[in-house]
């Protein structure tokens, strides 16, 4: 039984590695919070070269495909962004700039 706990508790660990301290990571994290499941399992999303900006260590990502839509809108949302916090990624709708 402790070894099952072990298990779960090392899956878990991963988990979160990856979703905190991965920038693709804290993307789908973000994308799937927003309610849009699809897109985050089927994300297909590149870096913006003009998108960064060093003072607030952000990182802007634009969607090519399976873009997430606005639930109350029904818009898609096709450009976000994911800060950099020390050691973790935060990912979030940056808006259509």
Known sequence: MKNRYAIL???????LGYIFMTP???LRFS????GNLKSAIKMDAIQISSGYDKKANMTKYVFLKNEPVDNGSGNP????????????????YFGEA
Request: glycine share 14%; hydrophobic share 60%; net charge neutral.
């Open 9 to 15: 508790i090392v899956l878990v660990g991963i988990m």
């Open 24 to 26: 693709f990571g804290a």
């Open 31 to 34: 994308v799937l919070t927003s």
């Open 77 to 92: 949302m096709f450009t976000w962004a994911v800060y950099k916090y020390g050691i973790f990624y935060i990912g979030e």
